[in-house]
Structures are given as structure tokens and as C-alpha cells.
């Protein structure tokens, strides 16, 4: 028992370093300094602090639009903003719609951009309309 506590006192007394992956993924500088933010990543997490709070064993310190401050203990580290990553995949350009076929004037397809399709009873009533009718006698 008494090794176990000895052993988290120097745990807790030891002062942290820095991660060696930390980066800094963005940053959002406010006018007044305590509403700044940092966006931090180390070892595939991600956190978002704000200044005086504690990420990754260090205390955000500073927020710069490109750099951000972390003290870790008596240790102050700088992190730049890291650059963004290139993608392993080929960006796609847009699909481009294609152009319709040019017809030669002679060629051009009838369209008829007056009437709808007609359906067979509208075209029966039609075609039955233009018989001679009778007169009735009476």
C-alpha cells in the first residue's frame, strides 16, 4: 500500500512534457483573450480548450491565430498550426452535363410545344368529332 501511494505522489510530483505528437488543428482569437479557443490533437483525440484550462498534461497559456502557448509545469511549449494533410484520393472534378446534339435545320425532330400528349380516349373524341354529322329530322 505504501509503495502504491509513493509511486502516484512521484507520478503527480514528476512534471509532465509535452506529447510529441501534439498539433494545433485551428484556433479562434477572440478580442478579449479569456474567449479564445484551441483546437488540440495528441494521440488520435482531439480537444477543444479554452485559456487556463488543462489538455494533454499542459495548461493553454496563449492563443495566436497560427501558435498556441501550453505550459507543462515550468516547460512552456510553442505549437504552429499544423498544415492540412493532402488525401490519399483523387479530388473528382464535377460532372459536366453534356450539350445536346446539334441537328442540321432540314433534320431537326418535330416537337410540339403547344399541346400535351394525348391519351386514346382524347384522341378517339377527336377522331370521331370530324365525321359529318346528320341533321335529325323532326
Excluded: Y
Excluded at 5 to 15: D, V
Excluded at 62 to 68: F, L, M, Q, T
Amino acid at each position: 500500500m505504501f509503495l502504491a501511494s509513493l509511486f502516484a505522489f512521484l507520478l503527480t510530483a514528476l512534471p509532465a512534457a509535452a506529447p510529441p505528437d501534439l498539433a494545433l488543428k485551428g484556433s479562434v482569437v477572440a478580442r478579449d483573450e479569456a474567449a479564445s479557443v484551441a483546437v488540440l490533437s495528441s494521440g488520435g483525440r482531439t480537444r477543444i480548450v479554452a485559456m487556463g484550462e488543462n489538455a494533454f498534461g499542459g495548461q493553454l497559456v496563449s492563443v495566436a491565430s497560427d501558435s498556441v502557448v501550453l505550459a507543462f509545469g515550468e516547460e512552456r511549449a510553442t505549437v504552429r498550426l499544423s498544415p492540412p494533410q493532402a488525401s490519399p484520393h483523387r479530388a473528382r472534378l464535377p460532372h459536366r452535363p453534356r450539350r445536346a446534339p446539334q441537328w442540321p435545320a432540314s433534320r431537326q425532330p418535330r416537337r410540339s410545344a403547344c399541346r400535351a400528349p394525348m391519351s386514346i380516349a382524347a384522341w378517339l373524341w377527336r377522331w370521331t368529332a370530324s365525321w359529318p354529322r346528320q341533321r335529325s329530322r323532326l
